[in-house]
Nanobody
Framework: QVQLVESGGGLVQAGGSLRLSCAAS????????MAWFRQAPGKQREFAAA????????DYADAVKGRFTISRDNVKNTVYLQMNSLKPEDTADYYC???????????????????WGQGTQVTVSS
């Protein structure tokens, strides 16, 4: 079975930093584009960041560009989201997602991603 398990969420002050981790199993991790989405209370799930399976390119939503960094460790089968200069509007449940195998497009659409984690909560106080 494919499992994506997020960790690292919590409560932080505005301006602070947090690093989310997503540990993957049951798939050939290095052959999947990985992404982070987030969903605030009462809102739709939205794209945050993606990194392709070749580990060459990344993409970020405008709301997080310059503050968040996505990276991956293909040895540990883990994708990370380093979040700096956090704002209250970053408060959301953050979800890790994996594309179908060998999909190398940095997609911002949910339909691209076949596998999802259960999410980890991030709360940013003023």
């Amino acid at each position: 079975q494919v499992q994506l398990v997020e960790s690292g969420g919590g409560l932080v002050q505005a301006g602070g930093s947090l690093r989310l981790s997503c540990a993957a199993s049951g798939l050939t991790f290095s052959a999947h584009t990985m992404a982070w989405f987030r969903q605030a209370p009462g809102k739709q799930r939205e794209f945050a960041a993606a990194i392709n399976w070749k580990d060459i390119s990344t993409d970020y939503a405008d709301a997080v560009k310059g503050r968040f960094t996505i990276s991956r460790d293909n040895v540990k089968n883990t994708v990370y989201l380093q979040m700096n200069s956090l704002k209250p509007e970053d408060t959301a449940d953050y979800y890790c997602a994996a594309s179908l195998r060998f999909h190398n497009t940095l997609s911002r659409t949910r339909q691209t991603y076949a596998y999802w984690g259960q999410g980890t909560q991030v709360t940013v106080s003023s």
